[in-house]
């Protein structure tokens, strides 16, 4: 355990807790800036004894603790070994006797980036009056200021006044037009949490704002929009923007523009941010894409040691944008989703998809025992398994009731009703998992529901939509695209999907057989050539029925083969 660890333990954080809840969490952040900067004693702790890093996560923690606004501010602050990593490797290239390159960082916190920043510069010779004149911030909130201003102080670093500006960054103007380096890890909010008037600026004024996007996409359309010709940005983001609908604008600003190029994306490390989130770091420069050179993709972990990894050509990014950039493991994986999509069409095209029902309180309207006329057998996501559906719940299920309640909403009573649907997971992250529901269930909100568009001789029945779900190349190629925690509709619908064979009625009579023989290990039995959709429906029954691990390596093989990979 480090000083820092020690400074910031149990007992001061209570002092500081009982300090903020007297005087307020701003009052503290003031005091403590001041500490810092004059070296002096603070909240009991003797002179000289709080870093920067230090007073930076107290604050963190204050705000977590006695304030509705870190969330709302997305104040969630960088390691110094990771921004120290980022900092220097955006600053490799200045040199002591050339000119200092004009940064800032856009939503500075308490300064990790800009403390990075100036330490980079001064390991490469720069001097510390230079130092201060180069370096701008803009925060929203004043006690992150403060503490920011004070913590480049104790480095002894005096940056003028209005070169650390509280503001909005995304609606005021910036401090200059353009910056040489622009750098940081801007908030993680989405769109929806702000209120509505800053919302409507935000759409009035951003190309990738979308209804579902977040803060920080637009911190980086504006970062790119302030930098200077050959400059570079590098900030920290959630990996969704690499993969969600929602940010498909932004990833055309950055991947298929004349004016910048994407330079790396690196992974960071699983413990930086917490478990749940999934974040990357993006550099990109103003420049126009070179075929020459290719998107460096790497790892930096929480010590901020960078790992190099493969290269894959600027143009491959470009050509996915508008779907999806997810990062392939190397260009092989690549080459294997793009054959897949090659004949694929969206999953949309065949089945049409409907939200569960969300009652805006279960504990009113669900429970384990039947109770009333209108109560009606529910299913919940984790009552869902590959093949299988094991419910345990009554649903008050009284359309009109639900939509007189606040946050309920009822949601296609009259689909849920039809005897047979596909069910699939919300939750189940990276893998897909579906079963086929034939006794007119009600799904709640941990569940879509699908149905086909047509049915019949031509068509692929629910069973073989659902191993097709199920299916290891499908699951493959979903866990590449949304490693997210939910199965969004969105993504539901753009599933790629081989189109259904019609297939004639003969060959329909060969799938028993047919499916014997996948079972038993037989090499590509010619009937299974013939109506490999037959066959997929069969195996899909004898799923739901069985938790037979060769019917499951049956459908893999078979869907491999429907994909033509
Ligand atoms: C994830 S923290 C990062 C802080 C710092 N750059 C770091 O890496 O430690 C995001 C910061 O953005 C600030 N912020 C949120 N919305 C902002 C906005 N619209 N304009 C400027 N700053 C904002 C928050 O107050 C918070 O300090």
Not at 266 to 291: I, M, S, Y
């Amino acid at each position: 355990m480090g000083s820092g660890d020690r400074v910031t333990g149990g007992a001061l954080l209570a002092r500081a807790r009982a300090a903020a809840e007297r005087r307020g969490v701003e009052e503290v952040a003031f005091e403590l800036a001041f500490a810092l900067e004059r070296g002096c004693g603070v909240l009991g702790l003797p002179p000289g004894r709080l870093g920067p890093e230090e007073a930076g996560r107290l604050y963190e923690q204050l705000l977590a603790t006695c304030s509705a606004s870190r969330k709302a501010l997305g104040a969630f602050y960088t390691p110094q070994p990771v921004a120290r990593a980022i900092a220097r490797r955006l600053l490799a290239d200045v040199d002591a006797g050339g000119p200092v390159p004009r940064i800032i960082d856009p939503a500075c916190g308490t300064g990790a980036f800009l403390l990075a920043a100036a330490r980079a510069l001064r390991r490469r010779g720069v001097s510390p009056r230079a130092i201060g004149c180069a370096l701008w911030g803009i925060d929203r909130d004043a006690g992150a200021l403060a503490l920011c201003r004070a913590a480049l102080r104790a480095e002894g670093i005096a940056v003028p006044r209005d070169h650390l500006l509280q503001q909005d960054a995304l609606l005021a103007p910036w401090p200059r037009a353009h910056f040489d380096r622009i750098l940081g890890n801007p908030p993680f909010v989405n769109i929806v949490r702000l209120p509505a008037p800053q919302r409507q600026a935000l759409k009035a004024r951003y190309r990738s704002f979308r209804n579902k996007c977040d803060l920080y996409g637009l911190f980086v359309e504006a970062g790119i929009d302030h930098l200077a010709l050959g400059g570079r940005l590098s900030f920290i983001l959630s990996d969704s923007f690499l993969g969600t609908d929602s940010f498909a604008p932004l990833r055309r600003l950055l991947f298929a523009s004349e004016a910048r190029r994407v330079r790396r994306i690196d992974r960071l490390a699983g413990a930086t941010f917490g478990a749940k989130v999934r974040a990357v770091v993006l550099e990109v420069e103003a420049r126009p894409p070179d075929a020459a050179v290719p998107v460096a993709l790497g790892r930096i972990d929480a010590a901020g040691r960078v790992e190099a990894g493969h290269a894959l050509p600027h143009a491959i990014f470009r050509r996915r944008a508008a779907r999806s950039a997810a990062l392939p493991e190397d260009a092989r994986q690549l080459a294997w989703a793009e054959a897949l999509e090659a004949e694929a069409r969206p999953l949309s095209d065949f089945l049409e998809l409907s939200l569960g029902v969300k009652t805006g309180d279960d504990g009113r309207f669900v429970s384990p025992r039947r109770r009333g006329r209108s109560a009606r057998r529910c299913v919940r996501g984790r009552d869902v398994g590959p093949f299988s559906i094991t419910d345990r719940c009554y649903i008050d299920y009284r359309p009109e009731r639900l939509r007189a309640v606040h946050g309920a909403r009822p949601r296609r009573p009259e689909s849920f009703l039809r005897p047979m649907k596909l069910l699939l997971r919300e939750t189940s992250g990276a893998r897909l998992i579906a079963a086929v529901d034939t006794e007119a269930r009600i799904p709640l909100d941990t569940l879509h529901a699908l149905y086909p568009r047509a049915e019949g001789p031509n068509g692929r029945s629910l069973h073989g939509w659902c191993a097709l779900l199920n299916s290891a190349p499908l699951c493959r190629w979903y866990a590449l695209h949304h490693p997210g925690p939910h199965v969004k509709a969105g993504e539901v619908r753009r599933l790629p999907v081989p189109p259904p064979r019609p297939e004639p009625l003969s060959a329909r009579l060969n799938a028993l057989p047919a499916l014997a023989a996948y079972l038993a290990g037989a090499p590509w039995h010619r009937d299974i050539e013939a109506a490999p959709e037959a066959v997929l429906d069969c195996l899909g029954r004898w799923m739901s029925g069985h938790r037979d691990p060769r019917g499951q390596a049956a459908i893999d093989r078979l869907c491999a083969k429907l994909y033509g990979v």
